[in-house]
């Protein structure tokens, strides 16, 4: 028997063979965003933490040259 005298559709054949197929499964792009956020942020905000906090010594560098 010939594949043209076949009494199976081959359209059908195909559109079980797409639903027996099993999912793609995609991946997501929102954990690693907002990872990449929130490690800007906290960079952000250390900088910033650095650059308004107060020195650290109270006597100028000047004062203690020899």
């Known amino acids: 028997m010939t594949p043209a005298d076949s ?3 081959p359209d059908q054949l195909a559109y079980a063979r797409t639903l ?3 999912p793609v499964v995609r ?3 929102w954990p690693a965003l ?6 800007a942020v906290a960079a952000l905000s250390l900088a910033a933490a650095m650059i308004t906090a107060p020195p650290v010594t109270t006597t ?5 040259a020899p």
């Open 34 to 39: 907002a990872a990449a956020a929130f490690a």
């Open 27 to 29: 991946e997501r792009a």
């Open 60 to 64: 100028h560098v000047v004062d203690r």
């Open 7 to 9: 009494a199976l559709d």
């Open 20 to 22: 027996l197929r099993p």
